[in-house]
């Protein structure tokens, strides 16, 4: 059984950054962000005296799920927009706040806000020319840092360590809310069967999705066997989710139908998911429930849910991973082969595990 987590020890308590107030500049993908609380955990852990975030306003329910984070900076600019006026009128609202300031995506844009506020230190990987908007650019080594949360951890860390690669990666823990849950529970009608839930998404693109017809079949086996079936997602997945619970009894599609925030609660109370490499993989990974993996075009090893209780389905072809939105063959293989029979036994497996006293995550 494949432990795909990166299992690193709690970091101990260290006074580096004491007394500082830090504005880190959060990255734009739900998983992303979620991966970014390695990095908060180890500011808190070297002292930080506070920590604001300056992120996108989808991403507020997950932050405020977060120990670490004293305040959310909202940015309100679109994906992928320049929007110079808003960047310049949100750093006038942060001048003289904060010592230290941690980019971590790398484009141009990202780093203005820092730069226009005058915070005193800037640290981003150098990226797009941002000569100047950084007062400590480091080089991305990509063969030490080969994971997401290793290069966001990396920022926090002296340059020394960061460039040796040898430090801890402390897990995200998004913290649940059991009244919500019982709300969603009356609301939706669920929680009269054991839960499974399915997140057929995947932002980046189709040669990230196992096919629909795959999850609507392992459903169905799922429901035979005494489980309810949760499919989630945004409302981008409303169509894929009814296309999964179609002619089933005990199949919710609450695509669109929830809150960011309510996705955390309602991964938390399944027994187990299945999922494309997506930003609710990772959530599920934070809230501890057991994952069941799927990887086509992306791989394993860059992207990894964060968890020991996870069994990562990937196939590893000759023409894989390839990090395309489309496969370039046309054929998908790396996901067509992975069959719903294969995902049936690994949940069931895992699921008489789960249900000894030495659980999977003991």
């Given at each position: 059984m494949?432990?795909?987590?990166?299992?690193?020890?709690?970091?101990?308590?260290?006074?580096?950054?004491?007394?500082?107030?830090l504005?880190?500049?959060?990255?734009?993908?739900?998983?992303?962000?979620?991966?970014?609380?390695?990095l908060?955990?180890?500011?808190?852990q070297?002292?930080?005296?506070?920590?604001?975030?300056?992120?996108p306003?989808?991403?507020r329910?997950?932050?405020?799920?977060?120990?670490?984070?004293d305040?959310?900076?909202?940015?309100?600019?679109?994906?992928?927009?320049?929007?110079?006026a808003p960047?310049?009128?949100l750093?006038?609202?942060l001048?003289?706040r904060?010592?230290?300031?941690?980019v971590l995506?790398r484009?141009?844009k990202?780093?203005?806000?820092?730069?226009?506020?005058?915070v005193?230190?800037?640290?981003?990987?150098?990226?797009e020319?941002?000569?100047?908007?950084?007062?400590e650019?480091r080089?991305?080594?990509?063969?030490?840092?080969?994971?997401?949360?290793?290069?966001?951890?990396?920022?926090?860390?002296?340059?020394a360590t960061?460039?040796?690669?040898?430090?801890?990666?402390?897990?995200?823990?998004?913290?649940q809310d059991?009244?919500?849950?019982?709300?969603?529970?009356?609301?939706?009608g669920?929680?009269?069967?054991?839960?499974?839930?399915?997140?057929p998404?995947?932002?980046?693109?189709?040669?990230?999705?196992?096919p629909?017809?795959?999850?609507?079949r392992?459903?169905?086996?799922?429901?035979?066997q005494?489980?309810?079936?949760r499919?989630?997602?945004?409302?981008?997945?409303r169509?894929?989710?009814?296309?999964?619970?179609s002619?089933?009894?005990?199949?919710?599609?609450l695509?669109?139908?929830?809150?960011l925030?309510d996705?955390v609660?309602?991964?938390?109370?399944?027994?187990?998911?299945?999922?494309n490499?997506?930003?609710?993989?990772h959530?599920?990974?934070?809230?501890?429930?057991?994952i069941?993996?799927?990887?086509?075009?992306?791989?394993?090893a860059?992207?990894?849910?964060?968890?020991?209780?996870?069994?990562?389905?990937?196939l590893?072809?000759?023409?894989?991973?390839?990090f395309?939105?489309?496969c370039?063959?046309?054929h998908?293989?790396c996901?067509?082969?992975?069959?719903?029979?294969?995902?049936?036994?690994?949940?069931?497996?895992?699921?008489?595990?789960?249900?000894?006293?030495?659980?999977i995550?003991a």
């Open positions: 494949a432990d795909a987590a990166h299992a690193a020890p709690p970091h101990r308590a260290g006074t580096r950054l004491s007394g500082q107030r504005l880190v500049v959060g990255p734009s993908w739900v998983g992303d962000m979620v991966m970014a609380q390695s908060f955990m180890t500011l808190k070297q002292g930080a005296a506070s920590l604001a975030v300056v992120a306003s989808w991403s329910p997950i932050l405020e799920r977060m120990d670490e984070i305040e959310v900076v909202e940015l309100g600019v679109g994906h992928g927009v320049f929007g110079l960047r310049h009128r750093a006038q609202s001048k003289g904060f010592d230290l300031a941690l995506p484009s141009w990202s780093a203005l806000v820092p730069f226009l506020a005058r005193p230190r800037r640290v981003g990987f150098t990226g020319h941002r000569y100047g908007l950084l007062t650019r080089t991305l080594n990509r063969r030490v840092l080969d994971q997401t949360v290793k290069r966001f951890v990396s920022l926090g860390l002296p340059a960061a460039t040796a690669g040898d430090f801890e990666i402390p897990r995200p823990l998004l913290r059991a009244d919500n849950l019982a709300r969603l529970h009356r609301e939706h669920l929680g009269v069967r054991p839960a499974i839930g399915m997140m998404g995947a932002e980046y693109g189709p040669a990230k999705q196992w629909l017809a795959y999850f609507h392992l459903a169905a086996e799922l429901i035979t005494g489980f309810e079936v499919v989630l997602g945004g409302p981008k997945d169509a894929a989710g009814e296309e999964i619970v002619g089933l009894e005990h199949a919710h599609n695509c669109g139908a929830t809150r925030e996705a609660d309602l991964l938390g109370d399944c027994r187990q998911v299945v999922t490499d997506s930003g609710l993989m959530v599920a990974a934070a809230v501890g429930t057991r069941q993996a799927i990887y086509g075009s992306s791989s394993p860059y992207t990894p849910p964060l968890t020991s209780n996870a069994r990562i389905h990937y590893a072809l000759s023409c894989s991973p390839c395309e939105r489309q370039p063959l046309g998908t293989n996901l067509k082969q992975i069959t719903p029979d294969t995902l049936l036994e690994a949940i069931t497996v895992d699921q008489q595990l789960l249900d000894t006293p030495s659980r995550n």
